[in-house]
C-alpha cells in the first residue's frame, strides 16, 4: 500500500468514526423529568422518575398499579379478590401468590395482628361501601368467628377460604404496588425516582441532584401537608399506617379504618401513626398496619425479636415521637423524640 492510499484509508475511518459519533449523539435520548398523577386503589397515587426513559418508565408503572388495582380490588366485581371472595375459593395468579404468601407470614409473624381475612369486620363497620355502622357486640362476634388467617387452605395456585370467610389485601397490597412500580422503574433504567401511593413511599437512588430524599412524615393531629418529622433516605420505602386515613364519628367516638383482629373494633392502642421504614414495601405496609394494632409496647417488642430488617416511628396519642436507633442519624424532628434501642431497655 502507498502513502497515499493509507492516508485514505485513515481520513475514511477518522469520517466514519466521527459520523458514528455524530448518530449516536443525535440518537442518545435526554435525561428527563417525569411526573405523573393517578387516583387508584381509593387514593391519589403520585409517580416521579428522572432518567433517558423517564416518561415512559413513568407510563409503565402508573398502568402497572391500574392492572394490580383491578387485580386485588374488593369491590370491582371482575376483580380475581373479589371472584375469590364470591366463590370462597379460586385459582391465584403470581402477584396474588406473593402477596397471599406474605401476608399469611405476616400473620404468623404477628400473632394475627395483621390478618387479611378481616374483611367480613370491615363491611360490618361499613367501611368498603361508606355507609359507616357501629355494630352491636353481638353482631362484632358472629363476624369475628371469621377472622382467622389460619383457616385459609393453599394449595398453590389454589386458595380455599373457610366457610363464609372473605380476604382484603388493603393493608399490604399498596406496599406490593410500590415495589411493582419501583421495579419497572429499574428496568426502564431509571437513575433516580419515587412513588408515592397514598401513605406508601417508595424511592429509588437519590434525587436527580445526588442529595438524600427527605421524606415527611405527617403529624397524625394536623392538616395533611403538616409533616411531625422527615427521613432523609436513598433506596427505602417509607409507609405510614395511622387512624387519620380513614375513619367516622358517631356520637363523639371515633371509628378508624385498622381493625383489632382480637376484638373486632378498631385498633386503639394509644398509637396516632405507625412509620415503617424498609428496603421491602409490602413488609412495609404490612408492619405498619399490624404495629398500628399491637400498639406502642407489643410493636417494640416486635422491633426488637423480629427477623425482619426495618426501622419505626411511632407517633402516640399522647403526642410521644419514638424513633429506632437506625433512623438516629436520618431523622429530623419537630419537637424532642425518645430513641429506642435493641439491646437497652426504655423506662
Ligand atoms: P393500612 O392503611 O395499610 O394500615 O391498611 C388499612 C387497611 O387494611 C384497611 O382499610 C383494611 O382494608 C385492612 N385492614 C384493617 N385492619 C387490618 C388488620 N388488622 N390486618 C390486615 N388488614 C387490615
Ligand atoms: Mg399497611
Known amino acids: 500500500m502507498d502513502k497515499k492510499t493509507s492516508c ?10 466521527a459520523a458514528g459519533c455524530v448518530v449516536q449523539f443525535v440518537q442518545k435520548p435526554k435525561k428527563e423529568t417525569s411526573e405523573k398523577q393517578i ?27 391500574k392492572r394490580l388495582s ?35 407470614d405476616i ?20 367501611f368498603p361501601t361508606k355507609e359507616y355502622h357501629v355494630p352491636t357486640k353481638e353482631e362484632i362476634e358472629e363476624k369475628l368467628k371469621l377472622v382467622d388467617s389460619s383457616k385459609i387452605e393453599v394449595q398453590l395456585p389454589y386458595i380455599f377460604l373457610g366457610v363464609n370467610q372473605k380476604i382484603d389485601f388493603g393493608g399490604i397490597a399498596k406496599g406490593y404496588a410500590s415495589d411493582r412500580a419501583i421495579e419497572i422503574f429499574e428496568a426502564y433504567g431509571i437513575e433516580s425516582g ?4 397514598g401513605g406508601n413511599i417508595k424511592v429509588l437512588n437519590r434525587k436527580p441532584d445526588g442529595s438524600l430524599w427527605n421524606v415527611g412524615i405527617r403529624n397524625p393531629k394536623g392538616a395533611e401537608t403538616d409533616s411531625i418529622a422527615a427521613i432523609k433516605v436513598e433506596d427505602k420505602a417509607l409507609v405510614t399506617s395511622g387512624g387519620y386515613e380513614r375513619y367516622f364519628e358517631e356520637d363523639g367516638n371515633t371509628y378508624i379504618h385498622i381493625i383489632d383482629p382480637k376484638t373486632g373494633y378498631p385498633a386503639q392502642n394509644g398509637l396516632a401513626s405507625v412509620t415503617i421504614v424498609s428496603d421491602d414495601g409490602m413488609l412495609a405496609d404490612a408492619l405498619s398496619t399490624s404495629l398500628f394494632v399491637m400498639g406502642e409496647e407489643k410493636a417494640m417488642e416486635f422491633w426488637r425479636n423480629s427477623k ?6 411511632l407517633i402516640t396519642e399522647d403526642e410521644r415521637i419514638l424513633v429506632t436507633e437506625g433512623l438516629e442519624e436520618k431523622i429530623s424532628v419537630k419537637g424532642d423524640y425518645i430513641l429506642i434501642n435493641k439491646s437497652v431497655n426504655r423506662d
Open 107 to 126: 400473620y404468623e409473624q404477628t400473632e394475627g395482628a395483621f390478618d387479611c381475612t378481616i374483611f367480613p369486620l370491615m363491611q360490618l363497620w361499613g
Open 308 to 313: 425482619e430488617i426495618f426501622d419505626m416511628v
Open 194 to 197: 419515587m412513588v408515592s401511593l
Open 39 to 65: 387516583f387508584a386503589m381509593n387514593t391519589v397515587m403520585t409517580f416521579q422518575a428522572y432518567g433517558e426513559n423517564a416518561s415512559e418508565a413513568v407510563e409503565a408503572a402508573a398502568e402497572e398499579i
Open 8 to 17: 485514505r484509508i485513515l481520513v475514511i475511518l477518522f469520517l466514519a468514526l
Open 70 to 104: 383491578s387485580l386485588l380490588s374488593i369491590s370491582e366485581e371482575t376483580s380475581e379478590v373479589f371472584m375469590i371472595n364470591e366463590a370462597g375459593e379460586g385459582m391465584l395468579s403470581e402477584d396474588t401468590v406473593k402477596i397471599l404468601e406474605r401476608a399469611l
